[in-house]
């Protein structure tokens, strides 16, 4: 599991980072900050795989944050979430290795793609060593393809959040769906896309004493 620290100033904005992160059954929310200082002091004595860092805040703005956490030999990946998105801004935080730039005010969607992109280089960093091919997946990510119509990304993601959150245990389109809240007939469309798209796998369950059914799993 990847352990995660915000560091935000709004309350509210915290909270609702933090909730998003936790959907994702990859990620825990070790610690949240509203002062940057503090935050600065515990990332030097504490490994965290990845910072959802503010840039707007007193004492001093996330710029300045990241710069002194990569002076200290902080390595963890960084997000960045603001509402500042002029050039020079971003090209400087790109410049100290930010992962994913969000400019507020984000979807839940979007927020979903930066911690999906974080795994999956974290997932290809694992590997050793990397192909051309692999190295051309990493340093030039596709973007994501549309969804075919009638189909959307928030329900996509409702579904996705079900299965991140007991990402070993194999799950029928019914518990999905008494989970999601939604119906076991637009499940199985989702289910049946996202298979599709090699993001899910699917098995038939010959123990259930009766009739066999589907089930699905995640594919990490």
Partial sequence: MYTVVIVEDDPIITELNRRYAEKDGRFTVTRTFSAPRQALDWLTRHPTDLVILDFYMPQMNGLELLRSIRAAGVASDVIMITAANDAATVEALTRLGIVDYLVKPFAYERFCRA??????????????????????????????????????????????????????????????????????????????????????????????????????????
């Fill in 115 to 220: 911690l999906e992109e974080f795994c999956r280089r974290r997932a290809a960093m694992r590997a050793g060593s990397l192909d051309q091919s692999a190295l051309d997946s990493l340093m030039h990510a596709a973007p994501p393809a549309p969804l075919p119509k009638g189909m959307q990304a928030q329900t996509q993601e409702r579904v996705l959040a079900c299965l991140r959150a007991d990402p070993a245990r194999r799950h029928t389109c019914e518990a999905i769906a008494e989970a999601s809240g939604l119906s076991v007939v637009t499940v199985r469309r989702y289910m049946s896309y996202l298979a599709q798209q090699g993001m899910v796998a699917g098995d038939m369950d010959y123990g259930t004493g009766g009739r066999p059914c589907l089930v699905y799993r995640l594919i990490k």
